[in-house]
Structures are given as C-alpha cells and as structure tokens.
T-cell receptor, first 112, second 116 residues
Framework: GNSVTQMEGPVTLSEEAFLTINCTYTATGYPSLFWYVQYPGEGLQLLLKATKADDKGSNKGFEATYRKETTSFHLEKGSVQVSDSAVYFCAFPSGGSYIPTFGRGTSLIVHP | GAGVSQSPRYKVAKRGQDVALRCDPISGHVSLFWYQQALGQGPEFLTY????????KSGLPSDRFFAERPEGSVSTLKIQRTQQEDSAVYLCASSQDRFRTNYGYTFGSGTRLTVV
C-alpha cells in the first residue's frame, strides 16, 4: 500500500550545519510530494512541494527534489538556524486517492 | 477567514464525557480533513468531507467518533464517552481541490484533548 518512510529523529545539529532529512515513499503513480513543518505548540504548515519528477521545491532556504528513480524527496538546507528547530513531516496524497499520508515526523534540534 | 480555525485550543475531559471539536476551514475550500495526532507521531487520517458529503470515514477508530459538516463549511468532530486513549491533538485541514491536490493542505493549530 501507499506509505511514507522518514528517517528517525531527533536530528541534533549546531547552527550553520548542513541538514538532510530523508524521505522515501511508496505510491501508485507519481503524486505531488510535500514537506510540512510543525513548530512547538502549533499546527502543520506547508513548507514546500514538488508536483512532478525532477521538480525542486524550495522555501526559506530548504530544498527537496522529487526523485522518481529512487522514490525519494529528501529535505535539505545548507545552513540551519536555531529557529528551524521543529518537527518535519514528509507527505503526499496517496496515489489515486485524496487522503494525505504523512510520515512519522523527524524532530530537528538546532543548538546555538 | 485567512486560515483554518479550530476551537477549543485545549480541552480536558473526564473519562466518559462527550466532547465536540470545531473546525472553521478557509472560506470556499471544498475539501476538509480531520486527523488525529498522538504524541510524537505523524497525523493519522480520520475522515474526509467534500462540501457537506462525508466521502470517507474509514479512519474513525470507533463508533464513538462522529463528524459532520452540514452546510459544507464548519465541521464538528464529536467523541462520545471519551476514553484515555482518545487523548491526542485533533487537526483539521482544508484544501481548495476536490481530489488530488497540487496545492497542499492548510492545517489549523489543532485541539489538544486530554482525557483524565
């Protein structure tokens, strides 16, 4: 069935370090892919998206490239800040259905 | 409104009590979703509305859970005879699309339900 697999956290980094959070998916067809971010005590916010293979989504210095060959959508940022500390969720509307499927989330902790 | 609004923000219920959680989606958004997010987990799908029609309720964990959206805008999630395992954050999301969406979903801040 459709599923999303994210790397387990927490990911702990120092400020200005490089970030990668892995996400792979299993789906029917080629759905749009999303990254959401959840700051402490808040709801989920759409961070970025990619709608077709080889698309690169980007926002706030974060990037993710839709890799059809490896069914991956890894999130990257070249230089993280303390304010990036949050939980990050990979998600997609499952194949031909409309139900957004979310990964378990990866907690990112950035130290000054 | 500008975003998805949920109320109350926090709810403490005694075991066995009934609760009602409200979601005001973005005006004009066709699709509305309810999710349950346990501590440290990703959101789990509960139910989906397209306008006033509840097209999918396969994620509702038991018949104690009931959702409605009578006029195709505001939605209410009701939990009867709450139990401790119902403690979670309940998230509402809306989307302007009917089915597959390239626009993503806009989430509310959630209602944190604690059953004591």
């Amino acid at each position: 069935g459709n599923s999303v697999t994210q790397m387990e956290g927490p990911v702990t980094l120092s400020e200005e370090a490089f970030l990668t959070i892995n996400c792979t998916y299993t789906a029917t067809g080629y759905p749009s892919l999303f990254w959401y971010v959840q700051y402490p005590g808040e709801g989920l916010q759409l961070l970025l998206k990619a709608t077709k293979a080889d698309d690169k989504g980007s926002n706030k210095g974060f990037e993710a490239t839709y890799r059809k060959e490896t069914t991956s959508f890894h999130l990257e940022k070249g230089s993280v800040q303390v304010s990036d500390s949050a939980v990050y969720f990979c998600a997609f509307p499952s194949g031909g259905s409309y139900i957004p499927t979310f990964g378990r989330g990866t907690s990112l902790i950035v130290h000054p | 409104g500008a975003g998805v609004s949920q109320s109350p923000r926090y709810k403490v219920a005694k075991r066995g009590q009934d609760v009602a959680l409200r979601c005001d989606p973005i005006s004009g958004h066709v699709s509305l979703f309810w999710y349950q997010q346990a501590l440290g987990q990703g959101p789990e799908f509960l139910t989906y509305f397209q306008n006033e029609a509840q097209l999918d309720k396969s994620g509702l964990p038991s018949d104690r859970f009931f959702a409605e959206r009578p006029e195709g805008s505001v939605s209410t999630l009701k939990i009867q005879r709450t139990q401790q395992e119902d403690s979670a954050v309940y998230l509402c999301a809306s989307s302007q699309d009917r089915f597959r969406t390239n626009y993503g979903y806009t989430f509310g801040s959630g209602t944190r339900l604690t059953v004591v």
